[in-house]
C-alpha cells in the first residue's frame, strides 16, 4: 500500500484547504511526507500556475510553503508525542505567520521540491524552515509559524 501523506490523516471536515485539502478538487491537493528528519513534498505546477511567462507566480509558491509548513507541524507533534499519525487526539495546525523569499525566478516547467526543517516543537507552536528547490536549484525559502487550531476554528463551531 502506498505511504500515506500527513494530509491524507486530515478528518474529511479539514480536508478542504486549497493548498492541501484531499477533497478540494479546485486546490492544489499538497501531499507531505517525512524524509529522514526533514520532511518533503514535490508539486507540479501547472501552466495557468504562471507570474510572467516562464516564471511560477509568487503566490502559489508561498501556497506550497504554507501548507508543507502546517502539514509538517502536524507531523512533527505526532513525532514529539511518540504517537502515530491518525491517532486521536488530532494535532492540527494553521498558520500564524508565513514568511517567503523570493531568491531567484521559479522556472515553470519542471517539479519543485518543496523540504521542510523542523526548528521548534512546543505544545501549541511548530516552526517549520521551508525551501523551495527547482531543477535542484534553491528558488524561494520561507519559514512558517504554526499554531494548534483553536477549538473554535473546527468546522460546525460558531462560538469565538
Ligand atoms: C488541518 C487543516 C488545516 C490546513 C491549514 C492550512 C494553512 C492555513 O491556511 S490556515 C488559515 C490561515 N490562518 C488562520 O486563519 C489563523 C488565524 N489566526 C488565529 O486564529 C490566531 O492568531 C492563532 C491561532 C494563529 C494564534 O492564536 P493566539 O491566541 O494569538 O496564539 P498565542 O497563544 O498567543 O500564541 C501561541 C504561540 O504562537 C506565537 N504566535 C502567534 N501568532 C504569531 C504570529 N503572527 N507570528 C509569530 N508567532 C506567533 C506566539 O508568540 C506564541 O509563541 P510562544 O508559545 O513561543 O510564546
Redesign the pocket.
Known amino acids: 500500500m502506498a505511504e500515506k501523506a500527513f494530509?491524507d490523516y486530515?478528518p474529511d471536515e479539514?480536508?478542504h484547504?486549497?493548498?492541501?485539502?484531499r477533497l478540494n478538487e479546485h486546490g492544489l491537493q499538497l501531499k507531505s511526507y517525512w524524509d529522514g528528519d526533514e520532511t518533503v513534498a514535490v508539486f507540479h505546477p501547472r501552466p495557468y500556475h504562471m507570474a510572467i511567462p516562464g516564471v511560477v507566480y509568487g503566490g502559489l509558491i508561498a501556497s506550497v510553503i504554507?501548507?508543507h509548513?502546517?502539514?509538517s507541524a502536524?507531523a512533527a507533534a505526532y513525532r514529539a508525542a511518540g504517537r502515530e499519525m491518525g491517532t486521536d487526539p488530532g494535532f492540527?495546525?494553521?498558520?500564524?505567520?508565513l514568511r517567503v523569499d523570493f531568491l531567484r525566478p521559479t522556472p515553470l516547467g519542471v517539479p519543485l521540491e518543496v523540504r521542510g526543517r523542523i526548528r521548534?516543537v512546543?505544545?501549541?507552536?511548530v516552526v517549520v524552515a521551508v525551501t523551495v528547490r527547482a531543477g535542484g536549484e534553491e528558488c524561494a525559502r520561507g519559514e512558517v509559524?504554526?499554531?494548534?487550531?483553536?477549538e473554535h476554528?473546527m468546522p460546525g463551531r460558531t462560538t469565538a
Open positions: 494530509q486530515y479539514l480536508s484547504c486549497y493548498g492541501c485539502g504554507d501548507c509548513g502546517t502539514g502536524s492540527r495546525f494553521v498558520t500564524a505567520s521548534e512546543k505544545e501549541r507552536k509559524v504554526a499554531v494548534r487550531m483553536p476554528m
